[in-house]
Structures are given as structure tokens and as C-alpha cells.
């Protein structure tokens, strides 16, 4: 099992920045990738980034160039740093981890990002 916690979501204007943070607990060595997915309203939830355990990532293309994944492995924490924000970056942004061998999918409960003036 693995225990994911989200922070940092909030309300900034367009063009603003915010850091999310993903702190994970339980059987984090069995991790193999962990991502940010996001959730419009009346959307799907979308990948939006995600890191593997080698350290390879990869963004949707609506991010790239603005977001950034990255993990600090001593704290057990994932973060997305997120610039040049646009309103349709506004969505309930969750924490995922992946554990191959065995298809597991776990989720964090999510923050809420809004991007408005």
C-alpha cells in the first residue's frame, strides 16, 4: 500500500506560478513511476506529468515548457512546479504512483488549482 498526500494547490492569476507537493508514504520502494493527472470540470482526468523511478519523464503537451516534475527521494515527495499558469491549467490536480509488477495505481485525495483574475 502507499499513502499519497497533496498540498499546495490554491488561487493565483494568469501568468503566476505555484508548487505542488506529493508526500508518499507506505511501500515506496516498490514505486516505479509517479505523475500528476489533472480533473476539469465535465473532463477526464488527464495525465499531465510523471517521473519514473530511473528518473525519465514526460509531459502532456499542453504543459511542456511551463510545468516541471521532479521528486526529492530523501523526503519521499513529488512536486510539480508550475509557471506561466493559464486559466485552462484550472482542474483538481492528483498525486499517482504507479507500482508496475503488480498493476497497482494509487491516488492522493487532490488539490485544487484555479487560475482567474
Given at each position: 500500500?502507499?499513502?499519497?498526500?497533496?498540498?499546495?494547490?490554491?488561487?493565483v492569476?494568469p501568468?503566476?506560478?505555484?508548487r505542488l507537493s506529493?508526500?508518499?508514504?507506505g511501500s515506496?520502494?516498490?514505486?516505479?513511476?509517479?505523475?500528476?493527472?489533472r480533473?476539469?470540470?465535465g473532463?477526464?482526468r488527464?495525465l499531465?506529468a510523471?517521473?519514473?523511478?530511473?528518473?525519465?519523464?514526460n509531459?502532456?503537451?499542453?504543459?511542456?515548457?511551463r510545468f516541471?516534475?521532479?521528486?526529492?527521494?530523501a523526503?519521499?515527495?513529488l512536486?510539480?512546479?508550475m509557471n506561466?499558469l493559464?486559466p485552462?491549467d484550472t482542474?483538481?490536480y492528483y498525486?499517482?504512483a504507479a507500482?508496475f509488477?503488480?498493476g497497482?495505481?494509487?491516488?492522493?485525495?487532490?488539490t485544487?488549482?484555479t487560475?482567474s483574475?
Amino acid at each position: 500500500q502507499v499513502q499519497l498526500v497533496e498540498s499546495g494547490g490554491g488561487l493565483v492569476q494568469p501568468g503566476g506560478s505555484l508548487r505542488l507537493s506529493c508526500a508518499a508514504s507506505g511501500s515506496i520502494f516498490s514505486i516505479n513511476a509517479m505523475g500528476w493527472y489533472r480533473q476539469a470540470p465535465g473532463k477526464q482526468r488527464e495525465l499531465v506529468a510523471r517521473i519514473t523511478s530511473g528518473g525519465s519523464t514526460n509531459y502532456a503537451d499542453s504543459v511542456k515548457g511551463r510545468f516541471t516534475v521532479s521528486r526529492n527521494n530523501a523526503k519521499n515527495t513529488l512536486y510539480l512546479q508550475m509557471n506561466s499558469l493559464k486559466p485552462e491549467d484550472t482542474a483538481v490536480y492528483y498525486c499517482n504512483a504507479a507500482i508496475f509488477r503488480v498493476g497497482a495505481d494509487y491516488w492522493g485525495q487532490g488539490t485544487q488549482v484555479t487560475v482567474s483574475s
